[in-house]
């Protein structure tokens, strides 16, 4: 929210009724506060506009958030001062994130695990462990996130999902720990592929070509 609060206004000292500010004087109160609630309702519609990353950037959570974040304000500031068009935006955030509270919650569970795999998986450059060592840990994490107590139906899917996917990488998994310079994914692979493709298309204008 940096930036988006102007300095306090201060109070007026002239009578209501008066002669129009002159040309490029500073602006009342009820300006200010105007422009205050228009950032507001700007902010909030560019946080529905959030493009996501998975696995690790995921917009929802963070649109849900940052959302979460304006409402709070908002309504820190309507305890203060009473504003039409602020109440309203408080009102129809609270009206909107209310029913996604709980589904929230588990998905930023589940995107815990997947930070903490994430975090198992990473190479140490100061002393690389060993393939038994990390296929260790790996499994001893997802038994201990297949045992949680009081999870979800939805967060129990999601953690029988992790462990079906990790075995079925699992024989290929941990190779690049035992091997010297093998590395962890073919992303880089992939991406001179996808490089070599979109020059082909550069040079001869035509899909599909045979390699």
């Not at 002669?19 to 902010?43: K, M, N, W, Y």
């Not at 958030?65 to 309507?78: H, K, T, Y």
């Not at 450059?125 to 393939?131: E, H, K």
């Amino acid at each position: 929210m940096t930036g988006l609060f102007p300095s306090p206004p201060a109070e007026p000292t002239a009578p209501a009724a008066q002669s129009p500010p002159l040309r490029g004087t500073r602006p009342g109160p009820a300006a200010e506060t105007d422009a205050v609630i228009t950032q507001f309702c700007r902010h909030t519609r560019y946080l529905l506009t959030l493009k996501g990353r998975p696995p690790f950037r995921l917009a929802g959570l963070e649109t849900y958030e940052r959302l979460q974040n304006v409402a709070c304000v908002s309504l820190d500031l309507l305890a203060q001062r009473y504003e039409p068009r602020l109440a309203q935006l408080y009102q129809g955030l609270q009206s909107t994130l209310s029913p996604f509270a709980q589904a929230y919650q588990e998905l930023r569970q589940g995107a815990a695990w997947l930070r903490d795999i994430a975090y198992i998986l990473e190479p140490s450059t100061a002393q690389p462990p060993s393939a038994a060592h990390v296929a260790g840990q790996l499994r001893g994490y997802l038994d201990t996130v297949l045992r949680l107590p009081n999870v979800t139906p939805t967060l129990y899917e999601f953690g029988l999902h992790l462990d079906k996917i990790s075995r079925s990488y699992w024989p290929g998994l941990f190779h690049c720990y035992d091997v010297p310079s093998l590395p962890r994914t073919n992303n880089d692979l992939e991406s001179c592929f996808r490089d070599t493709r979109r020059r082909l298309l550069r040079t001869t204008g035509q899909q599909g070509l045979t390699q």
